[in-house]
T-cell receptor, first 111, second 112 residues
């Protein structure tokens, strides 16, 4: 079955720096890759997603890139702010409505 | 806004008890999901339902069952709770098709 690896497990940056979180997947059938942000005491919330026919997608300070050949995708956050501090999860969808999640990255943005 | 609510934020139960976790969504979504979240393991799918009275096992269904009698409500049942079921339980829903999954706030369950 699909396996998603996520790195790093923790990431500390200074406010204004960029942050990059990387994920790899194993199943070439996966064609949908969402990213979720989980703040303390809350459920995960979708922040951006990408489908396999697209190589890059941007939404303000957040971007996601996908390399289907290498089976990896990354989340890029520019000009980080303290409110970006949270746990981020990547996921891959190997079949209809099924998501396989990575193990999460705890991002800490220091003022 | 999509709203997914879970019946309890925190629960403490004893080993061997039958435990019910309830989830309700208000967006008429066809699909509903139960995950458990453990440190270092991410979110793992327990069960999902793609229609009323329809269910499918996820990756870790052992020790759990589910019920979906109405479209908006999806219940997770621990028939006989064990200490290794201490975890955070997250419910999600999504519309048909390749839709976004919307999560509830989670229930933190402690089994003593």
């Amino acid at each position: 079955g699909e396996n998603v690896e996520q790195h790093p497990s923790t990431l500390s940056v200074q406010e204004g720096d960029s942050a990059v979180i990387k994920c790899t997947y194993s199943d070439s059938a996966s064609n949908y890759f969402p990213w979720y942000k989980q703040e303390l005491g809350k459920g995960p919330q979708l922040i951006i997603d990408i489908r396999s026919n697209v190589g890059e997608k941007k939404d303000q300070r957040i971007a996601v890139t996908l390399n289907k050949t290498a089976k990896h995708f990354s989340l890029h956050i520019t000009e980080t702010q303290p409110e970006d501090s949270a746990v981020y999860f990547c996921a891959a969808s190997p079949r209809f409505q099924k998501l396989v999640f990575g193990t999460g990255t705890r991002l800490l943005v220091s003022p | 806004d999509v709203k997914v609510t879970q019946s309890s934020r925190y629960l403490v139960k004893r080993t061997g008890e039958k435990v019910f976790l309830e989830c309700v969504q208000d967006m008429d979504h066809e699909n509903m999901f139960w995950y458990r979240q453990d440190p270092g393991l991410g979110l793992r799918l327990i069960y999902f339902s793609y229609d009323v009275k329809m269910k499918e096992k996820g990756d870790i269904p052992e020790g759990y069952s589910v019920s979906r009698e109405k479209k908006e409500r999806f219940s997770l049942i621990l028939e006989s709770a064990s200490t290794n079921q201490t975890s955070m339980y997250l419910c999600a829903s999504s519309p048909t098709g390749w839709g976004t999954q919307y999560f509830g706030p989670g229930t933190r369950l402690l089994v003593l």
